[in-house]
């Protein structure tokens, strides 16, 4: 049961979920990773439904954001390419932001650098590539600001170990001076991380209040489900290694770790399973 709920999760989350500091429901477009060597290659090239692609011309709608998680020295584009007879043959667009390794392209730049909203008539390839230096593209995902998904993505949850057994993640609660809130752990959610790493993260709950369980000291949860960077820790598991569910009076940090190789965390997120 537990892998089904998995799998289903998944699924979800690939229309729920991307980098937290701007949006939290986002459509995360399968197999939008890849490299360039640097010199202005392309590290993600994908047809548009017009051919024989899965890229939507109508998921870039108005007020829409793309957001690029990526590594490399230099800062990504992405172009939008057409070769239906529209204004623009191959329009670049820079983002407006980046920081740590995540990149926004808003709908409006893109219009202007494409010369038409009309993506359904004249958009054929999207791509994202270097300027320059050698890029990897970790996802890529369109959404709106302000939609309500009900899933809560933690602000600032992000960071790397080099192994073994180190922590990427370590965020005080609302108990003390962090902006953790013990009550997003409550019956039915699932905490998501989208990581990178050769082994599966784990999360870790702590109290040093008095009167917490013996357990709740260092409280280590192995993931349900993990697969393609998505780990999921089902709200049963927790509270069986924590010894409680009274986070309210006992939750003080959380962790992300890695369990024994190097492990960098994109985003943690707490929502309800569907």
Do not use: C, H
């Not at 939507?56 to 590594?71: D, H, K, L, M, Q």
């Not at 980046?98 to 004249?122: K, M, Q, R």
């Amino acid at each position: 049961m537990k892998k089904l709920l998995g799998v289903l999760m998944v699924i979800l989350l690939t229309l729920l979920l991307t980098v937290s500091f701007v949006l939290a429901d986002d459509l995360i477009i399968e197999g939008a990773a890849g490299s360039s060597p640097g010199s202005w290659g392309q590290a993600v090239a994908m047809d548009t439904t017009r051919g024989s692609g899965i890229v939507e011309p109508g998921w870039f709608a108005p007020g829409s954001v793309i957001t690029v998680i990526y590594e490399g020295e230099g800062v990504p584009e992405i172009v939008f390419q057409s070769w239906s007879g529209g204004p623009v043959g191959w329009a670049k667009v820079a983002p407006y932001t980046v920081e740590d390794g995540i990149a926004l392209f808003a709908y409006d730049d893109i219009v202007e650098a494409f010369g038409t909203d009309d993506f359904d008539s004249f958009f054929d390839k999207f791509y994202v590539g270097d300027t320059g230096d050698p890029l990897t593209v970790l996802q890529v995902s369109i959404g709106t600001p302000g939609a309500e998904t009900g899933v809560i993505v933690i602000e600032g949850a992000a960071g790397s170990t080099q192994g073994p057994w180190g922590q990427a993640v370590a965020m005080d609660t609302t108990r003390g001076s962090g902006i953790v809130d013990p009550a997003w752990f409550a019956p039915g959610t699932v905490v998501t991380v989208s990581y990178e790493s050769d082994n599966e993260p784990e999360i870790v709950f702590q109290s040093w209040t008095d009167g917490k369980p013996d357990s709740a000291g260092w409280a280590k949860i192995a993931p349900y489900f993990a697969q393609d960077g998505l780990a999921l820790f089902a709200y049963d598991d927790i509270v069986a290694a924590f010894g409680t569910d009274d986070f309210g009076s006992f939750l003080d940090k959380f962790y992300v770790g890695d369990t024994g190789a190097p492990l960098t965390v994109f985003e943690v997120a707490v929502g309800p399973a569907q």
